[in-house]
Each structure stands twice: as C-alpha cells, then as structure tokens.
C-alpha cells in the first residue's frame, strides 16, 4: 500500500535550519508530482512546495520563497525539504502527499518547533 514516512523535525532556533525527508512507497514515484504541506498553529492546511515526478520543475509558497529548497532522490523514491532562516511561524506539522488516482495520501507528519 501507499506509504509515506516523514522525518527530520525538531527543535530549532530562528534563523536555523532543518532537513526534512519523505519516503515514499506503494507507487510508482518516478511518475509523480510530490507535494510538501504544513499545518501550523491555529491555522488550516498550508500548501508549501512541490517538485515535478523529473525534479526539473519546482514550485514554493510565497512564504517560503529563498527560504526553503525541494529537491528529490527517485533512485531512494525520497524527496526533501531544505528549510533555512527559520522564523517562529514556520513552526508546525509538516506532511508530504502524493495524489494517485484522485485520492490524496499523507504521511504522519513530522514536528517542527522554531523557538528561542
């Protein structure tokens, strides 16, 4: 089955920066767009990143803009999520997902905390 297995969340202090990972499998990851999102604190789901099934093309939230970098691995079906000059309101759940057939799947998340 679809799987998708977030990590490299935690604690950071403004102005750091963090590598996120997603591990993918149950598809066929060579073909698909993948897509970062964040649920922040007392806010809905945020759209932050995506990278083309090639990692030829690259998309970013305003909000993150020269901040963060998305990239992929299709040889390790992994995709990341380079987060720099980390601000407070970066802080939260960050999810990768993959649309297979109109249905839309998620890992767990993995924390992240930008606190002094």
């Known amino acids: 089955q679809v799987q998708l297995v977030e990590s490299g969340g935690g604690v950071v202090e403004p102005g750091g920066s963090l590598l996120l990972s997603c591990a993918a499998s149950?598809?066929?990851?060579?073909?698909?767009?993948m897509y970062w999102v964040r649920q922040t604190p007392g806010k809905a789901f945020e759209w932050v990143s995506a990278i083309s099934s090639s990692g030829d093309q690259v998309l970013y939230a305003d909000f993150v803009k020269g901040r963060f970098t998305v990239s992929r691995d299709n040889a390790k079906s992994t995709t990341y999520l380079r987060m720099d000059n980390l601000k407070p309101e970066d802080s939260g759940l960050y999810f990768c997902n993959v649309r297979l057939r109109d249905t839309d799947y998620w890992g767990q998340g993995t924390q992240v905390i930008v606190s002094s």
């Open positions: 149950g598809f066929i990851f060579t073909s698909k767009w």
